[in-house]
């Protein structure tokens, strides 16, 4: 069965500080995975995507990477910003017949920035 | 831009009713998603379709109905709304390589 586990559930930093957030997964065939950033109240955003061939992609202060291998990737926050505080949502998906993919998603890290 | 709107952000109806949620994309994807998320449990796929006039269950699929009369236009239908169908609910498309989302419905059933 596909999954995705995201640590930590929650995570608290103060203004400015770097933090990193987990993503583990047992998916496949693997073809993509996604980090969304989800606001109080909204729709998850894309923030970065990455292939099996890519293993690090930048979105501004925001850093993805993958290990394919050990079926890891993180996100890494850099100088954080009080408009950081959001759910960050990690996706894997699937390949499958036809060229499409079926998405698993984990349950997301909190993230709360205090000033 | 991918544009997903969806009717309402906030809806609150009563137990019993009939309820409609409408979810409209304006990039001409063929694929189209319902998805509820609660708190501690992420994002649960409740039904999508391929194709106008397709659909297929995803994991939740009891308690709902969709409909796909036209491309650019997906809608999620509680036949009799229940409590236990209070949540956050989340439309989407489907590119090439990721999911586009609408704003999300809050949903309460009281």
């Known amino acids: 069965k596909n999954q995705v586990e995201q640590s930590p559930q929650s995570l608290i930093i103060l203004e400015g500080k770097n933090c990193t957030l987990q993503?583990?997964?047992?998916?496949?065939?693997?073809?993509?995975l996604r980090w969304y950033k989800q606001d109080t109240g909204r729709g998850p955003v894309s923030l970065t995507i990455m292939t099996f061939s890519e293993n690090t992609k930048s979105n501004g202060r925001y850093t993805a990477t993958l290990d394919a291998d050990t079926k890891q990737s993180s996100l890494h926050i850099t100088a954080s910003q009080l408009s950081d505080s959001a759910s960050y949502i990690c996706?894997?998906?699937?390949?499958?017949?036809?060229?499409?993919?079926?998405?698993?998603f984990g349950r997301g890290t909190s993230l709360i920035v205090h000033p | 831009d991918v544009k997903v709107t969806q009717s309402s952000r906030y809806l609150v109806k009563r137990t019993g009713e009939k309820v409609f949620l409408e979810c409209v994309q304006d990039?001409?994807?063929?694929?189209m998603f319902w998805y509820r998320q609660d708190p501690g449990l992420g994002l649960r796929l409740i039904y999508f379709s391929y194709d106008v006039k397709m659909k297929e269950k995803g994991d939740i699929p009891e308690g709902y109905s969709v409909s796909r009369e036209k491309k650019e236009r997906f809608s999620l239908i509680l036949e009799s709304a229940s409590t236990n169908q209070t949540s956050m609910y989340l439309c989407?498309?489907?590119?090439?390589?990721?999911?586009?989302f609408g704003p999300g419905t809050r949903l309460t059933v009281t």
């Open positions: 996706v894997v998906s699937a390949s499958i017949t036809g060229g499409s993919y079926i998405p698993t």
């Open positions: 989407a498309t489907r590119g090439a390589y990721e999911q586009y």
């Open positions: 993503c583990n997964y047992t998916v496949s065939p693997f073809s993509n």
């Open positions: 990039m001409d994807h063929e694929n």
